[in-house]
């Protein structure tokens, strides 16, 4: 019988985030750190939404765009965080995620041969979906001396003829890692000077602890060559409705949006209801998350710093990027040996790319009293290694 794959799909390799997920999930007495969902429901006043938007027979298709009340919502949102101004009834796409967003943003941009650099580590989604697209990814392997942050001279090091798309994904999963004004105005003049387009993919914008987010759109020049992709999983612990957005030029939005429109039809009703109202009143839940986060982070690098762990201090996300080198084991098999004999779930850096090689990912988004058990035990897992050499 011939081959029923794709030669294209059968090269992907599954995230390597759910390893370790899957294998926690089965055993008992297990703490997972692994995870990068909030703790938190999501807001009642934001469910009670979506409920009276289904006891009101609220069931059918929306707009294949999405809710033209949530539209305009967004819209008022950017304006308002960011300083972007986006044409609700041409500029916003809602998607089903952020991540449905990043897949059709990238078939409607890419060509054979495109290529597309990817800073690393990131989110385990750019790379696949760059494939998938039929574009070439290039990896560009950030550093832990510069925080993680793209700086402008690894950038223009990268750039070819062929290059066509940059993903900046910032902040960041898995480092934590945010890009300030100066960082992204330096890689703003690059991307110009190259006539480079950008996925900017700023999910988790609103949580920030140092500075307010700034996005690359709304630098001088970048509007025009920017797709930005945000959602409500993050900053509205909403991760289940499975709702985000795209928001830029109507010419590469149109072409999204017949993606879209084949393969999803539209996002979920309920989700889009239940959004609107996060949208209009869920600023004080986000600011009160964010504070949350906030103090757990701190925590989190005490920790790190009293059982002697080199890590960078995060400034955005809910991720702690901490070095373990010193051990001479992969990242892999750091996380291995930690789950079989601390029962911790980490994530190994190495899930993010070849430049996570050294680190694992802690998520934060855990209550304090779940992280100090989990940090105790890591901690005696540290202090064991050490004994041992």
């Not at 992907?12 to 008992?28: A, H, L, Q």
């Not at 979506?50 to 539209?71: C, D, H, M, Q, V």
């Not at 307010?212 to 920017?226: K, N, Q």
């Not at 920790?303 to 002697?308: A, N, W």
Request: one cysteine or more.
């Amino acid at each position: 019988m011939r081959d029923p794959l794709s030669k294209v799909i059968t090269t992907i390799e599954p995230s390597g985030i759910r390893k370790f997920f899957d294998i926690v999930s089965e055993m008992e007495d297990a703490i997972s750190l692994g995870v990068g969902e909030p703790d938190f429901d999501t807001p009642w006043h934001i469910r009670d939404e979506g409920i009276y938007s289904l006891e009101k027979g609220r069931t059918f298709y929306t707009s294949n765009a999405g809710l033209k009340e949530l539209k305009i919502e967004i819209a008022g949102y950017m304006n308002r965080k960011y300083s972007l101004t986006y044409d609700y009834n041409k500029e916003i796409l809602v998607t089903v995620g952020g991540s449905e967003a990043i897949d059709i943003a990238m078939r409607a941009m890419l060509d054979p041969g495109d290529e597309v650099l990817i800073p690393q580590p990131s989110y385990v989604s750019y790379e696949p979906c760059c494939v998938l697209a039929n574009g070439t990814p290039v990896i560009i392997e950030l550093q832990d001396k510069n925080e993680f942050r793209l700086t402008a001279e690894e950038l223009e090091a990268a750039v070819t003829p062929k290059t066509k798309l940059l993903v900046l994904p910032y902040p960041n999963n898995p480092t934590g890692a945010i890009m300030e004004k100066k960082d992204l105005e330096a890689v703003a003049e690059v991307i110009k000077k190259h006539d480079l387009f950008v996925l900017s993919d700023e999910i988790y914008s609103e949580l920030t602890y140092q500075t307010d987010h700034v996005s690359i759109a709304s630098l001088p020049g970048m509007w025009e060559r920017t797709i930005v992709i945000n959602g409500f999983s993050k900053s509205h612990a909403m991760t289940g409705w499975r709702l985000g957005y795209a928001c830029g030029p109507k010419v590469i939005l149109e072409q999204m949006l017949k993606i879209h429109q084949f393969a999803i039809m539209c996002a979920p009703t309920t989700s889009q209801y239940a959004a609107v109202e996060a949208m209009k009143n869920g600023d004080g839940d986000v600011a009160m998350m964010r504070e949350e986060y906030n103090g757990r982070r701190r925590y989190v690098l005490k920790r790190f710093r009293d059982m002697g762990l080199s890590c960078f201090e995060p400034f955005g996300a809910f991720y702690a990027f901490p070095c373990i080198s010193e051990f001479g084991m992969s990242s892999d098999d750091f996380a291995s040996e930690l789950l079989n004999a601390k029962k911790v779930a980490v994530v190994p850096g190495t899930a993010f790319g070849r430049s996570g090689e050294g680190f694992i990912r802690i998520s934060y988004a855990y209550s304090l009293e779940d992280l100090k058990e989990a940090l105790d035990r890591v901690q005696e897992f540290v202090e064991e290694l050490r004994e041992k050499r």
